[in-house]
């Protein structure tokens, strides 16, 4: 692990995984859902984080990799309803610099923000966010891949991302 590594840890058993940027310096910013008061980011000793899990790094070319023509389109559609999402919500990002210190600044620039939401902005997609400029959740991902089947996520994930771009305020 390095500063500025998306890392993650399963969590019950591996029937989801938490998520956040490692700061290089023994801790951890990430976006929870539990927290004091009220869910958001913060950040943490990475012992805290990793409550006793083995913490993995994200290996992105892996994660950008997709092995079928059906795959890469879901990828796709994915990532353009995150880009669009971040548009209408002011954290665009055309070709964020994915140095380490860059990637803890955006960590940074979130601190004490509030928000959790499962399906639009959860751990994972505040990661992504940080390290690539793009908000995305895998997992969220594949629970919509689990119930819709492959073409009706392509259709629902398509048009979202058109839906936010077009909602989107002026």
């Known amino acids: 692990m390095a500063r500025g590594d998306h890392i993650y840890v399963q969590r019950l058993g591996g029937l989801y995984s938490h998520h956040g940027i490692d700061c290089g310096d023994g801790t951890v910013i990430h976006l929870t859902a539990v927290r004091r008061g009220a869910p958001g980011v913060e950040r943490i000793p990475l012992e805290a984080f990793a409550e006793g899990g083995e913490v993995k790094v994200r290996a992105y070319d892996a994660f950008l990799r997709a092995a079928s023509a059906p795959e890469r389109a879901v990828r796709d559609a994915s990532l353009a309803f995150g880009r669009a999402l971040d548009s209408a919500r002011g954290m665009a990002n055309k070709h964020p610099d994915t140095s380490p210190d860059a ?3 955006r960590a940074e620039s979130r601190l004490g923000e509030l928000g959790f939401d499962m399906w639009l902005n959860n751990c994972e997609h505040f990661a992504t966010w940080c390290r690539t400029g793009i908000s995305n959740s895998a997992q969220v991902d594949g ?3 689990m119930a819709l089947g492959p073409m009706g996520y392509w259709l629902h ?3 979202e991302a058109v839906n936010a771009t077009l909602d989107r305020p002026k």
């Open 103 to 105: 990637v803890v600044a």
């Open 143 to 145: 629970l919509w891949r």
């Open 157 to 159: 994930k398509t048009s």
